[in-house]
């Protein structure tokens, strides 16, 4: 298997591209704070793992871009799933984001009416 394969056979999977990065490839263009990666190895091998808030974790090295694909592959394999159902549009989830906004802010309203009038905003009591 070579990293060509590999991304062909993550995406058959509906493994979304965000979460893996294999220079030439599948180039992550905005980095999140963690993803998978594959990439050629300083002394000519390959390197498989993890990148999670700028540091390399689970690091695995190859002899070859075929052993370095399978690791990676089953890492993404292993990797928790998402629960079942997830089917909202973006305009769904900000919508919902929207509502949730709205219900913040209702219940901060409702606790500051609530407040008993000798509190000061931090909390001490007024002298």
């Known amino acids: 298997m070579d990293r060509t394969e590999l991304v062909t056979t993550l995406r058959d999977e509906q493994v979304p591209d965000a979460l893996y990065d294999i220079p030439g490839v599948q180039d992550i263009p905005v980095q999140p704070d963690a993803y998978y990666y594959l990439r050629p190895a300083a002394d000519g091998g390959w390197e498989t793992g993890l990148r999670e808030r700028s540091l390399d974790r689970d690091t695995s090295r190859f002899a070859t871009e075929d052993e370095a694909c399978r690791d990676l592959l089953a890492k993404l394999r292993a990797r928790p799933r998402p629960p079942e159902g997830g089917g909202e549009s ?20 409702r606790a500051l009416r609530e407040r008993p009038p000798d509190e000061t905003r931090n909390g001490d009591q007024e002298r």
């Open 90 to 109: 973006v305009d769904e989830l900000l919508a919902q984001g929207e509502e949730l906004r709205r219900w913040a802010r209702e219940e901060v309203e």
